[in-house]
């Protein structure tokens, strides 16, 4: 049984090359802008069959998404590859037969036969996508077709009309072309979706009282032997069964038709049993699956993110607004500051403690870090005799020696 929590986005995808549109490419991936930049030599990676610099660039006119696990985007794909021969699609549906090349080797003079894929241009690959939508292997999936060239989208529709029967309720049918809000790149491949509805199964479930089944009226059990679904529509607080809600969004689609309840498997969409809002079959298992298997993906979704930069501002504002009034001399008097540095004003100083006269008195405040000395000026100029100035304020002098003394007045 695969441990992994179900993959936040995977799909299969039909690449075109704007040189010469007759060349089409069938692949998947679980981040179509990195792949496509892989196909277009961006990044390293792709396919040899994408390889030519004459056919590049590619560019990406549709993904089928909503599978799953990668082993189903991945069955897809080689059925999607492969219509030719595939069992997903009957033999009298199909659209083209398999070609057999024969190949004599020179040295033993045995004859080898092998299959090929028949060459198929952007009306069989679509009309082979249609037939797998079709496929009674594929029904419980909610899968999604997402096109990102108009052209393309217009051929799909022009045989959707011509062709019955129609495509099933739960397939949705996207055109994705505004570049501002949508495209490749704009592409949702993490868990942020799933975020709130998961912080919020977290609360429910961590709650003290006792939590019972909306479906059964059965108490939920909380070690994990039975998996929990919650609903995820604002405060919804529905909790239930995952068996049970199955076979009440089963029971609640099939409706009159009973042999259709009996022969599901698996449901599609339904009503949540306390809010009757509608619901997603594979957003709630989704959820279910990151909170149960995926740790590490749950802990990064839920991590606090700290700004490091305000954290650092912060830092220096505490340190800054309440400075030590005077420097920590060491035990040994040779490591001691010669300077004299007047703690508030001039009229502190002693007679012992005298400037240069060329420099202004300034009121000021010091404190050393790490062998480095601080000041902070009261002077709204911020200037100290001889030609120096500190940046707001401050003014960060190093020691001359490396015992920590300094030798200059400032």
């Known amino acids: 049984m695969d441990s992994r929590p179900i993959p936040a986005f995977y799909c299969c995808y039909l690449l075109r090359s704007t040189v010469r549109h007759s060349s089409l490419y069938v692949g998947s991936t679980p981040n179509p802008a990195r792949r496509l930049a892989q196909h277009n030599g961006r990044s390293k990676g792709g396919a040899v069959r994408t390889s030519r610099q004459s056919l590049r660039p590619w560019e990406m006119t549709c993904v089928v998404a909503g599978f799953p696990s990668a082993i189903a985007a991945l069955q897809f794909e080689w059925a999607w590859q492969n219509s030719h021969m595939t069992?997903?699609?009957?033999?009298?549906?199909?659209?083209?037969?398999?070609?057999?090349?024969?190949?004599?080797?020179?040295?033993?003079?045995?004859?080898?036969?092998?299959?090929?894929?028949?060459?198929?241009?952007?009306?069989?690959?679509?009309?082979?996508?249609?037939?797998?939508?079709?496929?009674?292997?594929?029904?419980?999936?909610?899968?999604?077709?997402?096109?990102?060239?108009?052209?393309?989208?217009?051929?799909?529709c022009a045989r959707t009309e011509r062709v019955a029967p129609a495509l099933r309720d739960g397939v949705e049918v996207v055109l994705d072309v505004d570049s501002a809000t949508g495209g490749v790149e704009r592409l949702e491949i993490g868990y942020q979706s799933s975020k709130q509805h998961l912080q919020k199964s977290v609360r429910i479930l961590n709650q003290d009282r006792d939590l019972v089944c909306d479906v059964c009226r059965s108490s939920v059990d909380r070690t994990g032997s039975v998996v929990t679904l919650t609903c995820p529509h604002g405060r919804c607080r529905s909790v239930s069964h995952l068996t049970c809600l199955a076979g009440h969004f089963i029971r609640s689609s099939a409706g009159a038709d009973a042999d259709a309840a009996e022969t599901a498997i698996l449901p599609t969409r339904g009503s949540c049993p306390r809010c009757k809002k509608a619901v997603r079959w594979i957003d709630l298992v989704k959820e279910a699956s990151l909170r149960e298997r995926g740790d590490k993906d749950l802990a990064k979704l839920l991590a606090v993110r700290h700004d490091k930069k305000s954290s650092k501002k912060k830092t220096n504002k505490k340190s800054t607004k309440n400075p030590p009034t005077e420097v920590l001399a060491d035990d040994d008097d040779d490591a001691a500051c010669d300077t004299q540095i007047p703690s508030s004003s001039a009229s502190d100083l002693s007679e012992d403690e005298t400037l240069p006269a060329s420099q202004d008195v300034l009121a000021c405040s010091a404190f050393a870090d790490d062998g480095f000395l601080v000041l902070q000026s009261s002077s709204e100029a911020g200037s100290v005799a001889g030609g120096a100035s500190a940046d707001d304020g401050f003014l960060v002098l190093q020691p001359s020696s490396e015992d920590g003394s300094c030798d200059e007045y400032f």
């Open 87 to 156: 069992r997903h699609i009957p033999a009298d549906q199909r659209l083209a037969e398999a070609r057999v090349v024969s190949r004599v080797n020179s040295k033993s003079g045995r004859v080898r036969r092998r299959p090929t894929r028949p060459i198929l241009g952007l009306t069989g690959h679509l009309a082979n996508l249609q037939l797998l939508l079709r496929a009674e292997s594929f029904r419980p999936w909610p899968l999604e077709v997402r096109f990102f060239c108009e052209d393309v989208h217009r051929a799909w």
